[in-house]
């Protein structure tokens, strides 16, 4: 069964920190898609990431970056230099060949000035 | 510009009432989906639909029904709304192809309490 752990319920940093974000996920599917979105205190979902199981590289995207290991089904987001606007929740998200998404519980993100 | 919105934005309603939640979008998206936002829970799939005339079950479909008649809009019915219902719902679009695994768009949800 297709499945999505964020084990960090909540994190708190202080500005400028560094700070990673945990997903690990379940599927069988050798074919599939890894999400990340935001969620931000005013409640839309951004769209922040895409992946797709055959591509492994690493993406970065100015203070973001995300480490896609299928060794350890795994997918975590790191943001550098975090600042306050960055406090949101985020989801990590899996789809598979199935078309469905699958969720996780999200991480609620709190970057103290 | 495309989008996708959804109203009402906020709704108060009493148990054993039906409500229904519109979801609009021009995006010209094939796949449509419904999800509801429960503390703890994540995001959990209500309803789907691949096109026009079809909808499909998710995770949390009990007391919930959809229906596709056009490209555009999905909305989300509930029969006889119950307290458990209270949540915040969020529609969502994607892909000009039928099953494409897409990236998800989101709607900017809908608040909904049932008293």
């Known amino acids: 069964a297709q499945k999505v752990t964020q084990a960090q319920t909540e994190i708190s940093v202080v500005e400028k920190e560094d700070v990673t974000l945990d997903c690990v996920y379940e599927?069988?599917?050798?074919?599939?898609?890894l999400f990340w979105y935001k969620q931000p205190p005013s409640g839309e979902l951004v769209f922040l990431i895409r992946?797709?199981?055959?591509?492994?590289q690493n993406e970065i995207s100015g203070r973001y970056s995300w480490n896609f290991q299928k060794s350890t089904s795994s997918f975590n987001f790191t943001i550098t230099a975090s600042q306050v606007v960055d406090s949101a929740v985020y989801f990590c998200?899996?789809?598979?060949?199935?078309?469905?998404?699958?969720f996780g519980t999200g991480t609620s993100l709190t970057v103290i000035p | 510009d495309a989008e996708i919105t959804q109203s009402p934005r906020h709704k108060i309603t009493e148990t054993g009432r039906q409500v229904t939640l519109a979801c609009h979008q021009t995006w010209n998206h094939n796949n449509m989906f419904w999800y509801r936002q429960d503390l703890g829970h994540g995001l959990r799939l209500i309803h789907y639909?691949?096109?026009?005339?079809?909808?499909n079950k998710g995770e949390v479909s009990d007391g919930y029904s959809v229906s596709r008649s056009n490209t555009e809009d999905l909305p989300l019915t509930l029969e006889s709304a119950a307290s458990s219902q209270t949540s915040v719902y969020f529609c969502?679009?994607?892909?000009?192809?039928?099953?494409?695994?897409?990236?998800?768009?989101f709607g900017p949800g809908t608040r909904l309490t049932v008293l």
């Open positions: 998200a899996l789809s598979d060949t199935g078309n469905q998404f699958y």
């Open positions: 639909s691949y096109g026009v005339q079809d909808t």
């Open positions: 969502a679009s994607s892909g000009e192809r039928e099953f494409s695994t897409d990236t998800q768009y």
């Open positions: 992946r797709n199981s055959f591509d492994e």
């Open positions: 599927t069988r599917d050798t074919t599939y898609y």
